[in-house]
Every structure is written in structure tokens, then in C-alpha cells.
């Protein structure tokens, strides 16, 4: 009999396999029945006894197959405890998407609840389902439980994800918030926590919730923060260390940088400082994304990753005063243009606060931004009537202003997704609609526009499909993010190390610059962990830091210099939630975006302007109600 005729009574050992008299959970020759029954070929089970199995990842790598059909479940989490001698992450494959789960290697037992649903509903498994239980080849764990269930399962297990000083700047002399955050990753809510051990460098004293004090009570598969209240003496810098007690709390410390800076003693400001462009040879820009202009917006960054915290705060961005700190720090630093994510779908607009801001805001002259349609709309939203539509919308709003970014005298329109136009108007659809807006730009007295293309799949470099785009009328290529490795392939393609990113980004520009056909522009990454978008289904690129995005910057000059390439962008600067950012804040301060002004600007005779936030001066903060819609 096959697999599928079995498929029922698959699920039903699935759901709630036997226990063995005395076994823990799943229990040994439980899981041993399992695995043999479930996976193609069976692993090999080195070990076994009462309570659990013994298994070791694959030497090459490779994850575990599920046999065809195998795997379909009706119940939402897929339910793990493991153990391991050395930390890594598992990845569980299937055909419409992934999911992540961490393997911590102090080779005690924890729960892993994977959540297989996507937006409320069944992820639809399909028959392409593989697990890989750790990205460390060769390696041995433990097994003890492996089932689906309706809830999440398991005695409460924590993990802190970070912790730090709230602000980006701190001050000595002043009361200053430090945050811990936690994840439960068991299915039981942890209770009865304290912060056991809390220890700064000294110089720092603190007021309240530190060592002794409870902890709150973290939900199942939820996050907790405490805030504890501290001063500082004087400016230092130094390593905290911090351990929580109670049922499920981390075994080992946690530690972390702590720093509190000089203040600069600046007088106090009645709005925005005037800007101090820095000169550079380069246009250097960024793509935008408007995507924070509530508090329900941020709420998500505010649960999951705190640590992402901008210097200016879950900001406005209807604020003109706002996008004037943004302007400040930007030409400040070399940059001269912003790509913004502009949303059209036949006539219907959304996320223009940010270009309204712009608009008004005091010290518009000094930076430039263009469109960067996000066309990814359903299918039929293109037409002819409608490209004659946003065209006009562009020339009558945008195209007249004195600060729209142009190239060749051409303003500039980026188009997320040309393929979308040839979805909806046939293989030839893309050109026919550019030409709409070339010649209507042409009549309204502009020598026509600059269309730049986003290409797919993003770190593919297709000469061909390069053509094809030339042939609709583009005039160059980019891309949105590089996470790409080039040759260097991952052992997790959910997880790995942003070294291979900065590593593989000179090969990407080059091979694009060699395709030749179109100008690129190239892209500096910068990043990209989705983990509060999307938790544990997403890709996390990880130990990002400003040392190695220097190097890129520096990659990137050398690039310049070589190609004669000169205009450049950041991709992209403020994704919060998908983890591509560069703007100040908590993690970084301004280290990124002084990366890119000592790579491509020249320094003034007086020193570079001295980059500080809102309030050195006086002024801030900006925040929106997180309550408000």
C-alpha cells in the first residue's frame, strides 16, 4: 500500500503519536516508528533510549526528506523539543515558504513551536516538505518530541533577544531607560520571573527594577519587556551583564555594550539646525520606504525588535520637521536623493504623507527624491487609460517641482515590477505604456522621463532579460535589496552571516556592469532580517555591523572609481520591519551613514558637521500614539 493510501492514518500518528508506558512525551520508540514511517531515506538514529532518539545531521548539509504527501497538516504548530551540544538554527522547507526555529547548544532540552499557518490559515504544505534540524553538518541532537498540535506546547522557554539603553544618545546626569526583552518559545506562559542579576560598569547606578525585581509574565510564543531606570556619573563605555531566574529562564548570562556619551553642550534650538551639505564627486542615494506614519505602524517594531529603535523615535513622518531632521542628517552626510516607494493602483493612492511633508517641509531644497512605483497591484490594474492617468498625476505634481530628481535633465520614475505591465497587456504591454508617458511627458515641454526598472530575481544577472527590458524603453536597472552571496552558498538559506553579503557585492556590480546592455545603479546593501514582519518564516541575515558596511562602502568607491560609475544607492534606508536600514538609531547611532560620507565625500578644512539628533538641541520627541490608527 502506498504512502498516500496511508495518508490518514499518517496524520493520525502525526497528531498525537503513542506514548510509550513511562516514555516522556513522544518517547523514544515512538519517534524511532515516526521517523522510520515519515522520512526518505530514515535517519539514522545513533542512540535511543525510553525518552528520546539520538539523531546526526547529514555530513553534506542536506535536510531530511518527508515522503510525497506525508506531511499535510490540519493543526497549526509543528512541535519539536531538541537538544544540543552546539547552537545553530533548523529550517523546516515546503512548498509555499519556510520556517526557522532556533537550536540553542547548551545541550539542554528546548520546545520549538513552529507555527505552519500564513496569515491565519493553512500554509499548504504541498509535497516539497524537508526539515533540517540544525545548520551544523555532521552534528548530533536529540529528539524528544515531534508532533503537530492545534496550540503551542511545552513548559515556558525564554530567550532574551536584546537588551541596551532605549535612546541612541545618552547623557551622563540624566535618568536613562535600558530595556530587556524576551521571547517565550514554549507553549506555557513564563510566571514568577525576576531579574536576578543586573551588573553595569561602574559609574552607572541603578534607580529601579533592577536585580531582585519581577519580571513580567511573558505570554506563549509571546515577547516581554522590563524597563529598568538608570543614571550615569560620567561619559564610558563598558559590557552589562544580566540573568533572569524562575521557570524557563535562560542558564546563561546575557551581555551587551553600554555606553553614555559626552554631551556636546549644544545651545538649545527653536527648530531644525540649517543643514551643512558635504561636498562629494558621487551622487550617493537610497530607497525610501513611507511606511510610519501611525502608531499602530510601529507597534510591531516596538513588540518584536526594540533594539531597532530610530534615533527619532517611532517617528511622525507627517511631520516637515520630521523629514528636516532627515534632510539634515543626510546631505550631511553625501547623500543627494531618496527613491521613494510611491502606491498607485488605478487611481488610488496611499503612503503619500511622507511627499506632503516633503513638500512643506523648511529645508526641501537641499535634497532631491523621485517616484519608486511599487506596481505590485493584482492583475488587471494596468491599462492604457489608466498609465495616462498617473502619468498626468506625475507632470501636473511632481515633475514641475524644483527639487524632483533627475537624471540628464529626464526626471526619474523607478518601476517595481515592469512585469506586472506585461501581465496585463500582453507580452508588449511595458513598452506600450512607457511610450504613453514618454510622449506625454514630451508635450508637456519635459525632454522625456527616465524609467529605471527593478530587476528579478534580484541577484541574477540575465543579459536577456536585460534586453527585454531595454526594448520597453528602460533606461537603466537596479535593484531594491542585495542579500545575495554569489558563489558562496549558505548552509542556511534562512540564516547566515552578512559577511558573505559585503563579500559577494563587488562580484554582483561587476557582473552587472559587464552585462553591459543597460547602466546599473548599483546597489550598497543594507541588510535585511524580516523577523518582526515575520517572525520565524522569513530570512534573517544576521551580525550586520557598520564595520562591515564600511567595507562595502569602500568596495563600492573603489567600484566608482574603476567603472566611472558615480551614482550609487542604498537599498533600502529605513525598512524597520524587514531589517534594510541605515537612518540613526539605537544599534548604530550615525556609524552607517558615516560610512558612506568617509567613503565618498571630502572633508571641509573645519571638520565634518558634527552629526547629533533632536535632543542635543533642545527639540523632540516625535512620537505617534501606538494606540492611534
Known amino acids: 500500500m502506498s504512502i498516500r493510501n496511508l495518508f490518514p492514518q499518517f496524520i493520525a500518528v502525526i497528531a498525537a503519536l503513542a506514548i510509550p508506558a513511562g516514555a516522556a512525551e513522544n518517547g523514544g520508540a515512538a519517534l524511532r516508528e515516526f521517523l522510520t514511517a515519515f522520512f526518505q531515506p530514515p535517519p539514522r538514529i545513533y542512540a535511543e533510549n525510553p525518552d528520546f532518539v539520538t539523531l546526526r545531521t547529514l555530513p553534506d548539509g542536506k535536510p531530511f526528506l518527508f515522503k510525497p504527501d506525508a506531511f499535510r497538516p490540519d493543526k497549526r504548530y509543528l512541535v519539536l523539543e531538541i537538544r544540543s551540544a552546539r547552537p545553530g538554527t533548523g529550517l523546516i522547507l515546503f512548498q509555499s515558504g519556510k520556517r526557522r526555529f532556533r537550536v540553542p547548544g547548551d545541550n539542554a532540552w528546548h520546545v520549538c513551536n513552529i507555527d505552519l499557518y500564513k496569515d491565519g490559515r493553512a500554509a499548504g504544505l504541498g509535497t516539497a516538505v524537508n526539515i533540517r534540524f540544525l545548520d551544523l553538518p555532521g552534528q548530533e541532537f536529540g529528539l524528544r518530541r515531534f508532533r503537530l498540535s492545534p496550540v503551542p506546547e511545552g513548559p ?44 553595569f560598569p561602574p559609574g552607572v547606578t541603578v534607580l529601579s527594577g533592577g536585580a531582585g525585581e519581577k519580571f513580567p509574565d511573558v505570554p506563549p510564543c509571546g515577547f ?12 564610558l563605555k563598558g559590557v552589562f551583564r544580566l540573568q533572569l531566574s524562575g521557570a524557563g529562564a535562560p542558564r546563561e548570562a546575557f551581555r551587551g555594550p553600554v555606553e553614555f556619551d559626552r554631551n556636546p553642550q549644544l545651545p538649545k534650538a527653536g527648530y531644525v539646525p540649517e543643514p551643512r551639505p558635504v561636498n562629494t564627486r558621487y551622487e550617493i542615494g537610497a530607497f525610501y520606504f513611507p511606511g510610519w506614519e501611525t502608531g499602530k505602524r510601529w507597534n510591531q517594531i516596538r513588540t518584536a525588535a526594540p533594539e531597532r529603535k530610530p534615533l527619532l523615535g517611532y517617528y511622525d513622518e507627517t511631520s516637515p520637521e520630521v523629514v528636516d531632521w532627515q534632510i539634515k542628517w543626510l546631505v550631511e552626510n553625501g547623500f543627494s536623493f531618496l527613491l521613494v516607494d510611491w502606491y498607485w493602483n488605478r487611481g488610488s493612492r496611499s503612503h503619500e504623507h511622507w511627499v506632503k511633508a516633503f513638500d512643506r517641509a523648511r529645508y526641501n531644497k537641499y535634497l532631491k527624491w523621485a517616484v519608486m512605483w511599487a506596481n505590485h497591484t493584482p492583475p488587471g490594474s494596468h491599462s492604457v487609460e489608466d498609465q495616462r492617468a498617473v502619468t498626468r498625476y506625475w507632470i501636473d505634481n511632481y515633475f514641475n517641482k524644483p527639487y524632483y530628481y533627475r537624471i540628464d535633465g529626464r526626471p526619474v520614475v523607478v ?47 540575465d543579459a536577456q532579460a ?24 549558505p548552509a542556511n538559506p534562512a540564516r547566515y552571516d552578512f559577511s558573505l553579503v559585503a563579500e559577494s557585492s563587488p562580484e554582483f556590480w561587476n557582473r552587472n556592469h559587464k552585462a553591459g546592455v543597460l547602466p546599473f545603479l548599483p ?22 555591523t557598520p564595520e562591515l558596511f564600511r567595507e562595502i562602502c569602500r568596495d563600492a568607491r573603489r567600484f566608482a572609481d574603476r567603472t566611472g560609475i558615480r551614482r550609487l544607492v542604498l537599498a533600502p534606508l529605513n525598512e524597520w520591519g524587514e531589517g534594510s536600514y541605515a537612518e540613526p538609531n539605537r544599534e548604530y547611532k550615525f556609524k552607517m551613514y558615516e560610512a558612506v560620507r568617509d567613503a565618498f565625500a571630502t572633508p571641509p578644512s573645519g571638520g565634518w558637521p558634527l552629526n547629533y539628533g533632536p535632543e542635543a538641541v533642545g527639540l523632540g520627541p516625535y512620537p505617534l500614539d501606538p494606540a492611534a490608527p
Not at 516581554?224 to 561619559?235: D, E, M, N, Q, S
Not at 504613453?436 to 541574477?460: H, R, T
Not at 536585460?466 to 536597472?477: C, P, Q, R, V
Request: aromatic content about 10%; some cysteine; overall charge neutral.
Open 224 to 235: 516581554a519587556t522590563h524597563t529598568v531606570k538608570v543614571k550615569a556619573g560620567r561619559p
Open 523 to 544: 546597489n550598497l546593501s543594507t541588510g535585511w532580517n524580516d523577523f518582526p514582519w515575520h517572525f520565524y518564516g522569513g530570512t534573517a541575515v544576521e551580525n550586520r
Open 466 to 489: 536585460i534586453e527585454t527590458l531595454k526594448a520597453d524603453g528602460f533606461s537603466m536597472t537596479s535593484i531594491y535589496h542585495y542579500m545575495g552571496t554569489g558563489d558562496r552558498t
Open 156 to 199: 515556558a522557554d525564554l530567550e532574551i533577544r536584546s537588551a541596551g539603553l532605549t535612546e541612541t544618545f545618552n547623557y551622563p546626569g540624566e535618568e536613562r531607560e535600558f530595556f530587556i526583552h524576551v521571547r517565550n518559545h514554549g507553549g506555557t506562559a513564563a510566571t514568577g520571573l525576576t531579574v536576578a542579576r543586573l551588573a
Open 415 to 461: 518601476i517595481w515590477q515592469p512585469g506586472n505591465m506585461r501581465r496585463d497587456l500582453g507580452p508588449h504591454g511595458t513598452h506600450k505604456l512607457l511610450h504613453i508617458s514618454q510622449e506625454m511627458a514630451k508635450e508637456a515641454g519635459l525632454p522625456g522621463i527616465c524609467f529605471i526598472a527593478m530587476k528579478w530575481p534580484e541577484a541574477a544577472v
